[in-house]
């Protein structure tokens, strides 16, 4: 399986568990709160679209990659900025760092892989 598939099965689920986990039942704002479940169903789509070879499926994957990388774009540089104050998960910002950050590193990766992987039709000869 590729990477940006696997990866995306794997992080369609872990990434709302993740937000679920650490923000518990604070809502605020719930757009913190709501932006890594539809990320994660983005994901869980797309990779369902590529595990079941669907003509469109890298676009599916090239468009949930870049949701999630834009959307942790400012929740890594934001989290980096206050690094030093306890989260609201009462983990230590340095940690939450962290973890973005990774997955932040996973997402630019798994999108630029579903990117530079040659189309169906580019493959096979056809303009």
């Given at each position: 399986?590729?990477?940006?598939?696997?990866?995306a099965?794997?992080?369609g689920v872990?990434l709302?568990?993740?937000e679920?986990?650490?923000?518990k039942?604070?809502f605020?704002?719930?757009?913190?709160?709501?932006d890594d479940?539809i990320?994660?169903?983005?994901?869980?789509?797309?990779a369902?679209?590529?595990?079941?070879?669907r003509?469109?499926?890298?676009?599916?994957?090239?468009?949930?990659?870049g949701v999630l990388a834009?959307g942790l774009y400012?929740?890594?540089?934001?989290?980096?900025e206050q690094w030093?104050a306890v989260?609201?998960?009462?983990?230590?910002?340095l940690f939450?760092?962290c973890?973005?950050?990774?997955?932040?590193?996973?997402?630019i990766?798994?999108?630029?892989c579903t990117?530079?992987r040659?189309h169906?039709a580019?493959?096979q000869g056809?303009s």
């Amino acid at each position: 399986m590729r990477f940006e598939v696997a990866a995306a099965w794997g992080m369609g689920v872990v990434l709302p568990l993740l937000e679920i986990l650490r923000r518990k039942t604070n809502f605020h704002p719930i757009a913190s709160y709501v932006d890594d479940l539809i990320a994660g169903a983005l994901l869980l789509f797309a990779a369902r679209a590529a595990s079941r070879k669907r003509p469109n499926a890298d676009a599916w994957l090239a468009a949930a990659w870049g949701v999630l990388a834009g959307g942790l774009y400012g929740s890594f540089f934001g989290q980096l900025e206050q690094w030093r104050a306890v989260d609201v998960s009462g983990q230590s910002g340095l940690f939450v760092v962290c973890v973005k950050g990774v997955l932040y590193a996973v997402s630019i990766v798994a999108l630029v892989c579903t990117l530079r992987r040659p189309h169906a039709a580019g493959a096979q000869g056809e303009s």
